[in-house]
T-cell receptor
Framework: EDKVVQSPLSLVVHEGDTVTLNCSYE??????LLWYKQEKKAPTFLFML????IEKKSGRLSSILDKKELSSILNITATQTGDSAIYLC????????????FGKGTSLLVTP | DVKVTQSSRYLVKRTGEKVFLECVQD?????MFWYRQDPGLGLRLIYF???????EKGDIPEGYSVSREKKERFSLILESASTNQTSMYLC?????????????FGPGTRLLVL
């Protein structure tokens, strides 16, 4: 059975800190890994990582896929209170019809 | 911008009622999905659809059915609502071809079954 595990489950940091969120997966026929940010309502897309694109960066956020370790990290530097959210990792398998298999998420709280 | 809308933000129903949750996307996406999100369990896939009149079971289809009569609309149906179906329901869509893993989510419907 495919599995996606995120750690930690929750995290509290001070503004300005750097955080690293982890996602490991056991998936048959891995195709891609996606990161989403969920605030009050709908998850919003952050990054997609595939075998041909293992590192992505956007502003203070960056993500790396480690195909050997079957894992990914999401880094947020110089955190702000607006980064407080649940961060979701999801994996797509080639035989899943592009359905996302989500981890349980990491709840990040950035305090002033 | 992709827009995915869901018919209700909050819904309260009684046990045994038939419940319809509607989802509409305006970007001509082929793929549409229904998830439920529960504390401690994350998002779990209920059903998805690749095309009109097509449907596939996800991880937890029991107690649910779906309808896709038009490309832009994907409905989730609770035939006889039960209290364990109290949850946040999220609809998503994704385009065909390259990038179809990237799903765009609606705002969610928080359903309470009494």
């Amino acid at each position: 059975e495919d599995k996606v595990v995120q750690s930690p489950l929750s995290l509290v940091v001070h503004e300005g800190d750097t955080v690293t969120l982890n996602c490991s997966y056991e998936v048959t026929n891995f195709r891609s890994l996606l990161w989403y940010k969920q605030e009050k309502k709908a998850p919003t897309f952050l990054f997609m990582l595939t075998s041909s694109g293992i590192e992505k960066k956007s502003g203070r956020l960056s993500s790396i896929l480690d195909k050997k370790e079957l894992s990914s990290i999401l880094n947020i530097t110089a955190t702000q209170t607006g980064d407080s959210a649940i961060y979701l990792c999801a994996v797509v398998a080639s035989n899943s019809g592009y359905a996302l298999n989500f981890g349980k998420g990491t709840s990040l709280l950035v305090t002033p | 911008d992709v827009k995915v809308t869901q018919s209700s933000r909050y819904l309260v129903k009684r046990t045994g009622e038939k419940v319809f949750l509607e989802c509409v996307q305006d970007m001509d996406h082929e793929n549409m999905f229904w998830y439920r999100q529960d504390p401690g369990l994350g998002l779990r896939l209920i059903y998805f659809s690749y095309d009109v009149k097509m449907k596939e079971k996800g991880d937890i289809p029991e107690g649910y059915s779906v309808s896709r009569e038009k490309k832009e609309r994907f409905s989730l149906i609770l035939e006889s609502a039960s209290t364990n179906q109290t949850s946040m329901y999220l609809c998503a869509s994704s385009p065909p071809g390259q990038g179809q893993e990237t799903q765009y989510f609606g705002p969610g419907t928080r359903l309470l079954v009494l």
